[in-house]
C-alpha cells in the first residue's frame, strides 16, 4: 500500500470513528427517552394521594427529534465535501448539546414541580391512549425524585455526539476526487494518467486507468512532462 494510500485509510477510519460515535450517540438519546426521568408524588382531595412517573420523552420532547436529526446529518455528511462535512459536524455538536439541556436542569437543581403538574394535568404524559396518565385541574404535586440512570444515559449519549461532531470539524476527510458522470472522455483519461504518474503502485489508479483506457504500461505524457521538470 503506498503512503497516499495508507494516509486516505487512516483517515477514513477517523472518520469512521466519528460516525460510530454519532450512531451511538443518537441510540443513546432514543433509549433514554424511553426511561423514567421523575416520578412525583401528587395530593388530590377526590382522588386521594398517588405517584405519577414520567419518562424521558415526556419531560424533554426534544430527546427524540434531536436524536433523527443527528442521524440526518450523519448521513448526509457521508455524500458532501469536506468544508460541508466541518459544517455538518458543528450542527452535529450543537444538537446534541442541546439534548443534554434538561438533563443538567434536572441534575443540578430540583424537580420543576410545576412543570411536571403542566405535563400531568395536559395529558402529555400519556403514551398509549389506552392507559392515560393525567391528573385533575385542583391535584397538587407535592414532591419530585429524579431517577438518575435516563439522566446519566442522556449525558453520556451527548458526549459521544459532541465528540462525533467535533472529530467531523476537525478531521472531515480529503476532497473527493471521483469522475463526474458528465465528464468526457477526454478529460477522464487525463486525470487518469495524472493519478496513475503519481501512483503508479495503487491498485485502484491501475483500474481507473483501465477503466478511462488508458495503457498503464505506456509512458503518458503527463509523466514524461513531470519527468522533464
Known amino acids: 500500500m503506498s503512503k497516499a494510500e495508507d494516509v486516505t485509510q487512516k483517515a477514513k477510519r477517523i472518520r469512521q470513528i466519528a460516525l460510530l460515535c454519532v450512531v451511538l450517540s443518537a441510540a443513546g438519546l432514543w433509549g433514554a427517552s424511553r426511561l423514567k426521568f421523575v416520578t412525583v408524588a401528587v395530593d388530590d382531595d377526590k382522588a386521594g394521594a398517588s405517584t405519577k412517573e414520567l419518562v424521558g420523552s415526556v419531560w424533554d420532547p426534544a430527546l427524540v427529534p434531536l436524536a433523527l436529526a443527528m442521524v440526518a446529518s450523519l448521513i448526509l455528511s457521508i455524500a458532501v465535501q469536506p468544508i460541508v462535512r466541518r459544517i455538518l459536524g458543528v450542527v452535529i455538536a450543537a444538537l446534541a448539546a442541546t439534548a443534554s439541556f434538561r438533563a443538567v436542569q434536572l441534575l443540578g437543581n430540583d424537580v420543576d414541580l410545576a412543570r ?7 395529558g402529555a404524559a400519556t403514551q398509549k391512549e389506552s ?16 431517577h438518575t440512570m435516563g439522566i446519566v444515559l442522556v449525558l453520556l449519549a451527548a458526549a459521544l ?6 472529530i467531523l470539524i476537525l478531521r472531515p476527510g480529503e476532497q473527493s476526487k471521483g469522475h463526474s458522470r458528465y465528464e468526457t472522455p477526454e478529460v477522464r483519461r487525463a486525470d487518469a494518467e495524472e493519478d496513475l ?4 503502485d495503487s ?7 483501465l477503466d478511462a483506457g488508458v495503457d498503464p504500461t505506456e509512458e503518458s505524457d503527463f509523466s514524461r512532462t513531470k519527468r522533464g521538470r
Do not use: C, H
Not at 455526539?161 to 467535533?166: D, E, K, W
Open 197 to 200: 504518474a503519481e501512483n503508479p
Open 116 to 122: 411536571a403538574k403542566s405535563l400531568l394535568s395536559s
Open 161 to 166: 455526539g459532541v465528540v462525533g461532531g467535533a
Open 131 to 146: 392507559d392515560p396518565v393525567q391528573i385533575s385541574e385542583w391535584a397538587q404535586v407535592v414532591s419530585g425524585e429524579v
Open 203 to 209: 491498485t485502484r489508479v491501475l483500474w481507473d486507468a
